[in-house]
C-alpha cells in the first residue's frame, strides 16, 4: 500500500527558509507528477507545485519565484524549498502523487510563519 510523509514543517519568522520532504514507500514503481498542496484555515486545498518525472515544473502564482520544488525519483521522494515566506503562507502542507492513475495524499505538516 502506498504511502506518502512528509517532514520539515515548523515555526519560521517572516522571510525565513524552510525545506519540506515527502518520502513515498508502498511502491517500487516510479510516480507520475508528483507535488504540494496547502490548506489554510477556513480555506480549500490550493496547489503550490508540481513537477513530472522528467523534471518539468509549475507554480502556483503566489510562490513563484520564491518556492523550488525538486524530487528524487531513485528515492521517490518530492521535496519543496520554501525562501522569503510570509505570513500568508502559514497553512498545512500536503504531498500528492500519481501513480497509475490513482492519487495518493500525505497526512500534512504545518508551517507558520509569524513573528
Known amino acids: 500500500q502506498v504511502q506518502l510523509e512528509e517532514s520539515g514543517g515548523g515555526l519560521v519568522q517572516p522571510g525565513g527558509s524552510l525545506r519540506l520532504s515527502c518520502a513515498a514507500s508502498?511502491?517500487?514503481?516510479?510516480?507520475?507528477?508528483m507535488g504540494w498542496y496547502r490548506q489554510a484555515p477556513g480555506q480549500q486545498r490550493d496547489w503550490v507545485a508540481v513537477?513530472?518525472?522528467?523534471?518539468?515544473?509549475n507554480y502556483a502564482a503566489p510562490v513563484k519565484g520564491r518556492f523550488t520544488i525538486s524530487r528524487d525519483n531513485a528515492k521517490n521522494t518530492v521535496y519543496l524549498q520554501m525562501n522569503s515566506l510570509k505570513p500568508e503562507d502559514t497553512a498545512v502542507y500536503y504531498c500528492n502523487a500519481v501513480q497509475s492513475q490513482n492519487s495518493y495524499w500525505g497526512q500534512g505538516t504545518q508551517v507558520t510563519v509569524s513573528s
Open positions: 508502498g511502491s517500487t514503481s516510479r510516480f507520475d507528477v
Open positions: 513537477i513530472t518525472p522528467g523534471g518539468n515544473v
